[in-house]
């Protein structure tokens, strides 16, 4: 089960990753999501075939189109909450907050 978890926050960190890149710290978190990324490919691996189904069927619905108005919702939420820290209305957090909080759910 928790491998399963840390799939889906693989799939939530690369959507937020896409966003993440617009602010520009890309090179930073590059890093972490490599670290990630084979973590994952490592625990996959040492699976065997009947705990792979469930992983694999998460695979297949990832592969489908995105839905165009969903992204645009994404995109209009993203520059909303950029603007509204730009005018120092919310509070970021700093890289190192978010690297801890990422290296807690790995």
């Known amino acids: ?9 693989s799939l939530a960190f690369s959507i937020i990753f896409t966003f993440v890149i617009r602010v ?4 930073e978190l590059n890093e972490l999501y490599s670290m990630i990324t084979k973590k994952l490919q ?3 691996l040492s699976l ?3 705990d792979k ?3 694999f069927e998460i695979l297949l619905e990832s592969l489908d ?6 992204e ?6 993203f520059e909303r909450r950029y603007a509204a820290f730009k005018r ?8 190192d907050e978010v690297k801890k909080r990422i290296r807690i759910c790995i």
């Open 88 to 95: 120092v209305e919310i509070q970021g957090s700093t890289l």
């Open 24 to 27: 520009g710290i890309l090179s």
């Open 1 to 9: 089960m928790r491998f399963v978890f840390l799939v889906l926050f």
């Open 48 to 50: 065997n075939s009947i």
């Open 72 to 77: 645009a919702a994404w995109v209009v939420e």
């Open 42 to 44: 490592a625990q996959t």
């Open 65 to 70: 189109k995105p839905d165009p108005e969903i």
């Open 53 to 55: 189904i469930p992983l």
